[in-house]
Structures are given as C-alpha cells and as structure tokens.
C-alpha cells in the first residue's frame, strides 16, 4: 500500500471520526432538552464557563453538559464483577462501537475536501448497502456478549431480548431496502441517492413511503429506541446488557449507541429521501471517456449536499425523540408479533406491489400512471388494515356483575 493511498484514506475518514462524535454530543444535549421540554422540566442548563472566581457563569442552555458528562465517564472507575468473563466484558463495547463507526463511511457525504479521493470513498462501491446490512449485524454479537460476560441475571436478559429484537426487525429492515435497490437496480449507494435526484425521492411513491414507514419502525427497534426499548427497560432489568458497566466502557456503549442511530438514519435519507439533494444542489452527469459516465453534485456552495444530508439526519432524530417522550414501551410477546405478524406481510407485499407498479408504469401516460399509484397506495392500506385487524386481541368488553 502506496503512501499517497494511505493519505487519501486518512483524508477520507478522519473527517467522520472528528464531525459525528462532535454531533453526537450535540444530540445527547439536545434529547435531553427535547424531554424535559415534553415533561414540563428545565432539562440541563447548569454546566457553563465559569466568568469569575467569585461566582458567575456563561452556561449557554447548558451545551457544556456533554463535555462534563464526557471527562466524568472518563475518569469513573471501570468496576468488574466477581464472576465476569474479563476478555470478553472488555471487547463488547468496542465491537459496539467500531461497526457503528465503520457503517459511517458508505453514506453518501462528499465533503469539499474529498472531491478527489474517489478510489478510497466506501460509498461508491457496488455492494455499499450489503456491506452496511453486514456490518451492522456485528452489533448483534456485541449485546449478547456484554449481556453473558458480565454474569448478571438482568444483563442476560437484556442481552437475549436483543438478539431477539435485533435479529427480527432485521428482516423487515432489509426488505424495505429491497424495494428501493430494485427499483435503481444498483446496490451502490452514490448511485441510489442520485437516482432521486431533484425531489424525485421514494418516499413520495406509494410503495417508497410504505417501505420508509417499515424500514423507520424496524430502525427503531434495531437501535433500541423507545417504544422498542426492551432489552434496556429500566422499571423491568434495571438497564438490561450494559448493568454491569461503568465508567469508559459504558461511555463506548453509550457512543456506539448514538452513532448507530446516526448510521441508520443516514442510511435512510440515502434510500428515501434524496441523500444531500435539496434547494441548491444539483446531479449532472459527466462523461469520463471509456464508455464510463459519473453523477457529479453541483451546489451553490461548496458543502451544500452535506449540510442538506446532515439536516435530514437530524429531522429523522428529532421524530425519534419525539416517539421516546410520547410513547409507552411494549410488551415483548407486542414487539415480536409486531415484526413477524405485520411488518414481515406488508414489506413482502410491498416489494411485489412495487415490482408491478414499476413495470406498468413505464409505458404510462400521465393519467395511468396516476391511477397505478392510487390502486398501489389502497392495496397497501387495505393490507395493513387487515393485518391490524388480524392481529387485534380479541377482547370481551368488561362486565359488571354486581353493578346496580
């Protein structure tokens, strides 16, 4: 490996590994701010730059409270149970975390100082959107490994709610995805953010907005987001896998954790909502000579697709936070016959739905392809429907035996 390969690559990555913690940092205050809003509380707002050694102090709405919560995690002891596997209760965090990061580098985010490190750029491979499937499944492995190593009763319950959770939201996660990679008929994920170049995005077609609504709710569960959070229900196993954590490694859960939620939701702005397109921003596609052609993003200014990318992200989070300061969390037997019973039928329905649609479509006029779209979106409701329908308890109204 040549050493201008080395630099281009460092050039290509650091960028990720000094801009999303920073974000995640950012998102952690603003979560906690969100949620005391909902709950009527003041959230944090102590933590600030102290303006004189007599008292006084510049807190900005508490946006130091991340830092303080950073060095505190830092310098906490690294407590171990008696019983635990030591090997493996220290390589769990970190397997938590490095897939996180890896996933990071198949979004499509062409930053300015990027432009010519195009061989070393994850995003452009053809089987992008495997690799990212493939290395998000190592999460997996990384619960159930905290939650056995750290011999704990709760941790293992929790550890085994989540590979359960994980492995089936899994499926419907990757069949919505199938939708959109049948319908550019490429795997790359620069190719799949240009197809929806302008506002031709998926979300806007039937089935594209079916698959968005399925691949949101299966992000959640796989990122164990509230109402999904099972495997670390406090009033239930305490905190589930990671009971046993202190200190830095519980700090690269809680890293891992947010950048994960960063990653799916980056992945799903690639597949539904356009990538980095937007007011100012631009696809053309130029020609490289060889028979070869490439889809170049011209913006207003330089950086523009990414701030668009990263706006997204950030309004897909603020609906998560949204959900977590709304909704209960469920029941285990609700959550799992939520995947299997529902979401699985309407994905694989929505994947013939949409093979079907997009062929009729081709040769349609305006008019027909209009009502294509409206025989699409009434098959899907009525579905959906049904399977609610379906899979409703099936409760007797309460009777009132001595009630005069």
């Known amino acids: 490996m040549s050493l201008d390969l080395i630099r281009d690559i460092l050039i290509a990555t650091v960028p990720l590994l000094v801009i999303f913690p920073t974000l995640f940092a950012f998102t952690t ?17 102590k933590v600030g730059v102290p303006l004189t050694r007599y008292g006084g102090r510049f807190s900005l709405f508490g946006l130091g409270q991340p830092l303080a919560d950073g060095i505190k995690m830092l310098f906490k002891e690294n407590i171990v149970p008696r019983g635990a596997d030591r090997l493996f209760h220290l390589l769990a965090p970190i397997l938590a975390l490095i897939p996180a990061m890896l996933v990071l580098c198949f979004l499509p985010l062409e930053f300015p100082w990027t ?16 690799f990212f499937f493939a290395i998000t499944g190592l999460n997996t492995l990384a619960v159930f490994m905290a939650g056995w190593a750290s011999r704990n009763k709760y941790s293992l319950l929790g550890g085994m709610r989540a590979v359960a959770q994980m492995v089936s939201y899994e499926i419907p996660l990757v069949l919505s995805a199938v939708v959109v990679v049948m319908m550019v008929g490429s795997l790359n994920a620069a190719e ?15 089935w594209g907005l079916a698959a968005f609504v399925i691949f949101f709710i299966a992000a959640l569960a796989e990122t164990n987001r509230s109402p999904f959070d099972l495997p670390e229900a406090e009033s239930e196993i305490i905190a589930g896998y990671f009971t046993e954590y202190s200190g830095f490694k519980f700090a690269l859960f809680f890293l891992g954790e947010y950048i994960a939620i960063f990653a ?5 702005v690639t597949l539904f909502l356009g990538g980095g397109s937007g007011p100012g921003v631009a696809m053309n596609l130029v020609d490289q000579g060889l028979a070869t052609e490439r889809w170049v993003t011209v913006s207003a200014f330089p950086g523009l697709a990414v701030i668009w990318f990263l706006v997204k992200i950030f309004a897909i989070i603020a609906v998560m936070i949204w959900l977590r300061g709304t909704l209960p969390r469920l029941r285990v037997d609700q959550l799992m016959g939520f995947a299997w019973k529902f979401l699985l039928p309407l994905s694989i329905l929505n994947i013939i739905v949409a093979g079907f649609a997009w062929h009729a479509q081709q040769q349609a006029s305006g008019t027909v392809k209009a009502i294509i779209w409206v025989v699409c979106l009434l098959i899907l409701y009525a579905t959906a429907k049904g399977l609610d329908q379906l899979n409703r308890p099936n409760v007797r109204p309460r009777e009132y035996k001595y009630a005069e």
Request: proline share 6%; no cysteine.
């Open 29 to 45: 205050w603003l979560e906690r701010k969100a949620l005391a809003r909902i709950q009527n509380r003041v959230g944090p707002d």
């Open 115 to 130: 432009k010519s490190l195009l061989p070393v750029q994850a995003f452009l491979l053809d089987s992008a959107v495997i």
């Open 192 to 206: 799949i953010a240009n197809a929806q170049a302008g506002w031709d995005w998926f979300v806007f077609t039937p």
């Open 264 to 268: 799916i939701s980056g992945l799903a």
